[in-house]
């Protein structure tokens, strides 16, 4: 996957050395974005159909990824300009090292109504009445990787059971579809993930929902991310964002508020195709942000301080070294 970035990077480098200091007219300067194939990276796949990041004059290129930390290592590497992912352990340890990674916007929350992710339990334990995170005490629950936003997931509904870490097995599987064939093979007791898996598990009958994250644990679980390089490029990077809200306030408008019409189901055929999941199953799981692309106030510190309390993160981190909405405030001014 790197090797892959680096290649989409040289090609863009290529293309402005052909074109010279400017772009060909009517294409947007490249940003090199890294996604997720989940329902969550809506708001990216309907703005980059619907063109709305050419119109202020950058084009995004996909680059697709299996887990949120190998996103953070390809900014800090250089090879992504931008990323669009959970918030890990891993990520705040890369700050925490001293390399630039800037948090910019919202891009999902766990919300009441709203769930991004869930925990699942194999079916045959729930039919043997394994139907609460207490009944998974001595059991395996598949997640990601350790640091990723399935283990704080899983690690703060600990918390509010007044469990303790160790009272469960967390099996890290390095990716969303390693985690759900596990538990649909029985190798696994519960999964912590996201849609359109959760939708997927519980459609094939392999797994049932116990926990929707949003319902009980409302929280900053993914944003967009700068590279400290893309950021000083101040005009793409408020470019981007323009673009970007644009498109947040689409997605709100046409799925978080109407809910259905012609409209919500674009948004639903364009996340389809992008990830490969069945329209009935993208249909239910939209994630909410915030129309405007905001960040929900202070979490960022919340999470930060939470991994570094369980050594998982090695240095505190002020939220005003890795948060910067001023993109988003001068993007918020130059639009409607």
Not at 39 to 67: C, H, I, N, Q
Request: hydrophobic fraction near 45%; include cysteine; glycine fraction near 12%.
């Amino acid at each position: 996957m790197r090797l892959f970035a680096r290649g989409i990077a040289a090609l863009a480098l290529a293309a402005c050395a052909l074109g010279g200091a400017g772009e060909v007219p009517g294409q947007g300067a490249k940003v090199r974005l890294g996604v997720l194939k989940l329902t969550s990276s809506a708001v990216l796949f309907l703005g980059a159909e619907k063109g709305y990041f050419r119109e202020f004059g950058v084009e995004p290129e996909l680059v697709f990824f299996d887990a949120a930390q190998p996103i953070a290592v390809a900014i800090a590497s250089g090879d992504l300009d931008v990323g669009a992912t959970g918030l890990t352990a891993g990520l705040y340890n890369i700050v925490a090292g001293g390399v630039k990674i800037w948090i910019v916007a919202d891009k999902g929350r766990e919300w009441p109504d709203h769930n991004l992710t869930a925990l699942l339990v194999r079916r045959d334990l729930y039919d043997a009445g394994a139907r609460t995170l207490r009944d998974l005490k001595g059991r395996t629950i598949g997640v990601t990787q350790i640091g990723s936003t399935f283990h704080y997931n899983v690690g703060r509904l600990l918390e509010r059971e007044g469990m303790a870490p160790g009272d469960v097995e967390i099996v890290p599987l390095q990716s969303l579809g390693a985690v759900a064939d596990a538990l649909q093979a029985k190798r696994l007791d519960a999964a912590a993930t996201a849609e359109p898996f959760v939708s997927r598990l519980e459609s094939s009958g392999a797994g049932v929902t116990i926990i929707r994250t949003g319902d009980s644990l409302p929280w900053q679980i993914a944003a967009m991310l700068y590279s400290d390089t893309f950021a000083r490029d101040r005009r793409r990077a408020v470019a981007f964002m323009r673009g970007y809200v644009k498109s947040s306030r689409h997605y709100f408008d046409a799925v978080l508020r109407k809910k259905s019409g012609p409209e919500f189901d674009e948004v639903v055929a364009i996340t389809a195709t992008y990830t490969g999941a069945r329209p009935e199953l993208i249909r239910r799981g939209f994630p909410y942000q915030d129309r405007d692309g905001r960040l929900m106030p202070g979490d960022i510190g919340r999470q930060t301080a939470w991994w570094y309390a369980r050594g998982l993160v090695k240095a505190p981190i002020a939220a005003t070294g890795i948060v910067d909405e001023s993109f988003l405030r001068e993007a918020l001014e130059g639009l409607k």
